[in-house]
């Protein structure tokens, strides 16, 4: 036999052997079953009385039975009855799995009924922090009676502090003052004083809320007024407005009894969806736009996909077509103001802003659209809440003047302290942004397909204190979380604090700290910055698409950079920018080659760089060794190690000032907060 083909033969049949039997039940079977099976036999429905969720429902006498039914060519019998059969790997692997005695790891746990599910419960009513020699509550919860990790150095931890919070290195004054009087605990105090705060976890808020300038589709046209609402989510988290107000004002800031310029601005969160202006379907359009509202508020202040429940049942949540049309019945009697294809702003006291409004205070009859589709009316609805949530309805406000006070109703229930998901659902996006996992990783959904949380009992203390002793200030909770000694963990292997890299804004407005350019000018209309030209060669009208503003303008933090749906800034997408459409619970880090070309060689890192090189000579004078160590101090907010500096030291004497400068902005320790 030809040696190649026999060791192909010998390797082949090796690694063929153990993947026989070997289908993993976490990692292969299970997956299918939850895809494809447990919408029927889980925990919401038992169909022929059988569960498939948990290895340990599966019996013993059906195995030969599901086989049969994942194999059968008859329509009658295959199982599962809807959508695409199993692929063969998937057969495969079932059959496998059974042969082997469908084995399933003991400790699997089973889900409940679905009204016992964690997140759908009161939260512990008086949760206790338990016994340890921790004094802060979080570390107590965390390590319990055993060690705190070891702190990261003060130094570090002050770049950490700034990064997070406020999204900015400290300055070398900033760092000298530190150095004189290392308080972290003052630091985190200024810093959540200051108004880069806002600027830096509005734009957290922006990415739940699908914030964008543009409507997306064919047009893409700009949302008039639409950064009065960006503006709005800054000023109020600089005020530090409390978190259950925050709702009432975006969900129905119109109907509040003391309702203001900034209220209506507020409800513009209704209207930030994209838009078709001119749909095909303008009926289905209308329910598209009620989707948009009711899936998104599910989502970013609920954690429900309650958006699944449009066409039928909610296969996997107890969520009903029922439920959903209820809420959708709150939001029906807006009207978005236009003429034509053109949107138009409100004018609120001569101040334009862009929301919805309910031109009349008696509702439009709701009624359940069957199989979602407008031409099929179902049962009258009137506004509820989704009934697993409740054993009893709130009772919705009658009519106002104006309006229906639906949405008041509705945003009176969700910012109630009874309420089972609000305060858990925030405090946990709080807790994500400062260590880089939630408790529950899936921020935005609390419901049974969601991931359960890792720490029940800190994510409901946690929840209680922010609301009953904190009375849902977010900086409160900032101040609480980041003087824990698990946030001031050393970055190393298994500590309690996950490192991302940093958003695309807050690398771009890092590096205009740097160089010395940013301007901090702050609110009103978005500036265009200068964007490749192949970024819009394809488009139509690629003379007009995109006129991009000049510097200082285009240096100001990218909070204020226009958010165009169907033209995303380049160095936005290529890092990661969240989705515009929908609510994005956290951004995704990849890593891709194109990464690497933007900031190693896009316009805007060179030019950076280069204002950088000319701050470092106006600065640090001539001699290379000053600028090096002044460099270091300005980027990555430490010393430069005596090594580092005889490296530099020779890079200088073959290149520029403006190349290490560069290379500089693409360290990675210039992008991962320490
Ligand atoms: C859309 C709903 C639905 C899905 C999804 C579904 N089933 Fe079923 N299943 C049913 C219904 C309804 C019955 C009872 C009617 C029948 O026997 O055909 C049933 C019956 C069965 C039975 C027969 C039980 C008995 O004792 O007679 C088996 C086995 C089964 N399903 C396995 C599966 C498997 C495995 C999957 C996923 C690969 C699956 N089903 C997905 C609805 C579903
Ligand atoms: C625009 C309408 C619509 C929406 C919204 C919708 N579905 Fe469906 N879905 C359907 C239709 C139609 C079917 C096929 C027939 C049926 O089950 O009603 C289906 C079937 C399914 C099935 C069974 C198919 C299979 O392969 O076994 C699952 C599971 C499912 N949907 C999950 C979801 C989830 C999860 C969401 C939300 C992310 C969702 N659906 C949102 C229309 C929709």
């Given at each position: 036999m030809n040696p190649l083909l026999r060791h192909l033969l010998f390797f082949g049949l090796f690694a063929v052997l153990p993947a026989l039997g070997a289908a993993d039940y976490q990692r292969d079977i299970k997956p299918i079953l939850r895809d494809r099976c447990s919408s029927c036999h889980g925990p919401l429905k038992q169909k022929a009385d059988l569960r498939l969720d948990a290895g340990s429902l599966i019996p013993r006498e059906s195995h030969a039975e599901i086989l049969t039914r994942i194999v059968s060519d008859d329509e009658e019998e295959r199982m599962p009855p809807e959508g695409a059969r199993l692929s063969?790997?998937?057969?495969?692997?079932?059959?496998?799995?059974?042969?082997?005695?469908?084995?399933?790891?003991?400790?699997?746990?089973?889900?409940?009924?679905?009204?016992?599910?964690?997140?759908?419960?009161?939260?512990?009513?008086?949760?206790?922090?338990?016994?340890?020699?921790?004094?802060?509550?979080?570390?107590?919860?965390?390590?319990?009676?055993?060690?705190?990790?070891?702190?990261?150095?003060?130094?570090?931890?002050?770049?950490?502090?700034?990064?997070?919070?406020?999204?900015?290195?400290?300055?070398?004054?900033?760092?000298r003052r530190f150095e004189e009087i290392p308080d972290?605990?003052?630091?985190?105090?200024?810093?959540?004083?200051?108004?880069?705060?806002?600027?830096?976890?509005?734009?957290?808020?922006?990415?739940?809320?699908r914030y964008a300038d543009s409507n997306g589709y064919e047009r893409d046209a700009e949302k008039p007024f639409v950064w009065r609402y960006r503006d709005y989510v800054i000023e109020s988290l600089n005020r530090d407005k409390p978190y259950d107000r925050f709702i009432l004002e975006q969900i129905a800031g119109d109907e509040l009894s003391d309702a203001s310029v900034e209220t209506h601005v507020a409800?513009?969160?209704?209207?930030?969806?994209?838009?078709?202006?001119?749909?095909?379907?303008?009926?289905?359009?209308?329910?598209?736009?009620?989707?948009?509202?009711?899936?998104?508020?599910?989502?970013?202040?609920?954690?429900?996909?309650?958006?699944?429940a449009r066409?039928?049942?909610?296969?996997?949540?107890?969520?009903?077509?029922?439920?959903?049309?209820?809420?959708?019945?709150?939001?029906?009697?807006?009207?978005?103001?236009?003429?034509?294809?053109?949107?138009?702003?409100?004018?609120?006291?001569?101040?334009?802003?862009?929301?919805?409004?309910?031109?009349?205070?008696?509702?439009?009859?709701?009624?359940?659209?069957?199989?979602?589709?407008?031409?099929?009316?179902?049962?009258?609805?009137?506004?509820?809440?989704?009934?697993?949530?409740?054993e009893r309805q709130p009772s919705f406000p009658a009519p106002g003047e104006k309006s229906t006070l639906r949405r008041l109703g509705l945003a009176r229930w969700i910012a109630d302290e009874s309420n089972p998901l609000t305060a858990r659902v925030i405090v946990n996006r709080v807790w994500q942004?400062?260590?880089?996992?939630?408790?529950?990783?899936?921020?935005?959904?609390?419901?049974?397909?969601?991931?359960?949380?890792?720490?029940?009992?800190?994510?409901?203390?946690?929840?209680?204190?922010?609301?009953?002793?904190?009375?849902?200030?977010?900086?409160?909770?900032?101040?609480?979380?980041?003087?824990?000694?698990?946030?001031?963990?050393?970055?190393?292997?298994?500590?309690?604090?996950?490192?991302?890299?940093?958003?695309?804004?807050?690398?771009?407005?890092?590096?205009?700290?740097?160089?010395?350019?940013?301007?901090?000018?702050?609110?009103?209309?978005?500036?265009?910055?200068?964007?490749?030209?192949a970024a819009i060669e394809a488009n139509t009208d690629r003379t007009s698409v995109w006129k991009p503003a000049a510097e200082p303008e285009t240096s100001r933090r990218s909070i204020y950079a226009y958010i165009k749906r169907g033209l995303v800034i380049p160095m936005f997408e290529t890092l990661d920018l969240a989705d515009t459409v929908s609510s994005c619970p956290q951004r995704q880090v990849t890593?891709?080659?194109?990464?690497?070309?933007?900031?190693?060689?896009?316009?805007?890192?060179?030019?950076?760089?280069?204002?950088?090189?000319?701050?470092?000579?106006?600065?640090?004078?001539?001699?290379?060794?000053?600028?090096?160590?002044?460099?270091?101090?300005?980027?990555?907010?430490?010393?430069?190690?005596?090594?580092?500096?005889?490296?530099?030291?020779?890079?200088l004497t073959e290149q520029s000032l403006e190349q290490l400068c560069r290379v500089i902005l693409n360290l990675n320790e210039f992008v991962y907060p320490e």
């Open positions: 063969p790997e998937q057969v495969s692997l079932l059959r496998d799995w059974l042969a082997s005695g469908a084995p399933f790891p003991p400790e699997e746990p089973v889900a409940k009924s679905p009204r016992q599910h964690w997140s759908f419960l009161p939260i512990t009513p008086h949760p206790a922090v338990p016994e340890s020699p921790h004094p802060h509550p979080v570390d107590a919860f965390l390590f319990g009676t055993g060690a705190a990790p070891r702190r990261a150095p003060d130094g570090s931890l002050l770049r950490r502090v700034h990064l997070d919070l406020i999204g900015l290195p400290p300055t070398v004054e900033e760092q972290l605990a003052a630091a985190i105090d200024n810093l959540l004083t200051r108004p880069e705060y806002g600027e830096r976890w509005a734009r957290h808020w922006l990415d739940v809320v409800t513009g969160f209704l209207r930030l969806g994209h838009w078709d202006d001119e749909p095909a379907d303008p009926q289905t359009d209308r329910y598209d736009q009620l989707d948009d509202i009711v899936s998104t508020t599910g989502q970013a202040f609920l954690g429900l996909t309650i958006g699944c066409c039928h049942d909610h296969k996997f949540e107890p969520l009903t077509t029922r439920d959903y049309y209820s809420l959708v019945a709150i939001f029906e009697p807006l009207e978005r103001p236009r003429k034509g294809r053109t949107e138009l702003p409100l004018p609120i006291e001569g101040t334009e802003v862009y929301a919805w409004r309910e031109p009349s205070a008696k509702a439009p009859p709701s009624t359940i659209l069957i199989r979602g589709s407008v031409t099929r009316r179902g049962d009258p609805v009137q506004p509820a809440i989704p009934a697993i949530l409740t942004q400062h260590f880089g996992e939630g408790l529950v990783t899936t921020a935005n959904d609390f419901g049974l397909m969601g991931a359960p949380p890792a720490r029940p009992a800190l994510l409901d203390w946690l929840a209680h204190w922010f609301m009953h002793e904190a009375h849902w200030s977010l900086k409160d909770l900032h101040r609480l979380l980041l003087t824990s000694q698990a946030w001031q963990a050393e970055k190393k292997e298994g500590a309690p604090i996950r490192y991302r890299r940093l958003e695309a804004e807050a690398i771009r407005d890092s590096m205009l700290a740097v160089s010395g350019q940013l301007n901090p000018k702050r609110f009103g209309p978005a500036f265009r910055p200068p964007i490749p030209l890593t891709v080659a194109p990464q690497a070309l933007t900031l190693f060689n896009g316009d805007f890192a060179n030019e950076q760089a280069t204002h950088f090189a000319e701050r470092l000579r106006r600065e640090a004078g001539s001699a290379p060794e000053a600028q090096i160590r002044l460099a270091w101090r300005i980027a990555l907010n430490r010393n430069s190690s005596p090594n580092e500096l005889d490296r530099m030291k020779s890079f």
